[in-house]
């Protein structure tokens, strides 16, 4: 008996999750064999697999929280469809406990994970937001992140909004100024996310559920904390920056109506008497590139000295 819509996983099915679990939790979609197109997709269907465009890859699911999503619309059918959602439990829990077992690529040194690699860094943090689904904090500095990933970001977003989580992000300022960044952080507010910037440098972190802290630890590799009393420590350095950093009305700036351009922003903390290096972490820009705004504002202003460029700026600023 299955419930409308349900497709539950049969052996082979079950099969090539453990499989792909064996492997560390992970498959490219070029990988996979054409025999198995069809199993995949029931995977798919199911959500013990799920697809990240970014890389090409899918990532193996917590059937855990399959279990508790497939079991509530189950129930929601009807109760003749009651004693299917109570057999779920049963039906996954073997893959529960090979999910459980299978290795996870990283060392385990006492209550901190080390997980080198960008990909399986990818791949846990995932595992995480599937799992723990109350509360997601992060400091991000910059705020940049690649244009082809905003599509897995907004729906991870959704899906976990929808479930009753909440998401706080703070970016630096320079997050503003960059277009891409904007964009996303106007969508993802509009689905409820809250994101602040900062006028001071940001470590970067995110902290889910209060109970696991993810930090870098050298390049390409991140610490993954568990330790209790080291995640509220770092709880409490977030909500610390929370306080400090300032709220921005992100679709108004995605519109073109919120923020001076960037070459004015510059202009302002010039007139205001800062360095260009200054200015560049103010900002949270390069200073090359806070050079190139203040090349605009020569042009601007006809200055042919840095010194007169600032003068000028006083002066109107003044006025």
């Known amino acids: 008996m299955t419930a409308p819509g349900f497709n539950l996983p049969d052996a082979t099915a079950r099969d090539l999750y453990r499989e792909i679990l064996s492997a560390g939790g992970r498959i490219r979609i070029t990988d996979i064999r054409p025999e198995d197109t069809e199993t995949v997709q029931t995977l798919l269907d199911l959500g013990l697999l799920k697809p990240y465009v970014m890389d090409g890859s899918l990532s193996a699911v917590n059937p855990r929280s399959v279990t508790a999503r497939i079991g509530a619309d189950l129930r929601a059918a009807g109760t003749r469809l009651l004693r299917q959602a109570d057999e779920l439990p049963d039906l996954l829990g073997d893959l529960a406990a090979a999910y459980d077992a299978a290795p996870r690529q990283h060392d385990r040194t006492g209550t901190i994970r080390i997980v080198e690699g960008d990909e399986n860094v990818r791949h846990r943090v995932s595992q995480l937001s599937e799992e723990l689904l109350h ?180 002066g109107n600023r003044d006025a």
């Open 135 to 314: 509360e997601a904090l992060s400091l991000h500095p910059g705020g940049a992140r690649p244009a082809d990933a905003a599509g897995d970001i907004l729906n991870h977003a959704r899906r976990f909004l929808s479930l009753g989580g909440a998401i706080r992000t703070v970016y630096e300022t320079g997050a503003r100024l960059d277009a891409p960044t904007v964009r996303l952080a106007a969508q993802l507010t509009e689905l409820g996310c809250h994101i602040r910037v900062a006028q001071f440098a940001l470590p970067k972190m995110m902290i889910f559920d209060r109970t696991v802290a993810v930090i870098p630890a050298g390049v390409g590799a991140a610490a993954f904390v568990e330790d209790l009393a080291t995640v509220a420590f770092l709880a409490e350095v977030f909500e610390n920056y929370w306080r400090l950093a300032e709220g921005v009305n992100w679709s108004a700036l995605a519109a073109g109506s919120a923020d001076p351009a960037p070459h004015e922003q510059v202009g302002r903390l010039l007139a205001q008497g800062l360095t260009q290096r200054a200015i560049a972490s103010r900002l949270g820009l390069s200073e090359r590139t806070v050079a190139g705004h203040i090349a605009r504002l020569r042009e601007l202003y006809d200055a042919e000295t840095l010194f007169q460029l600032g003068w000028q700026m006083r």
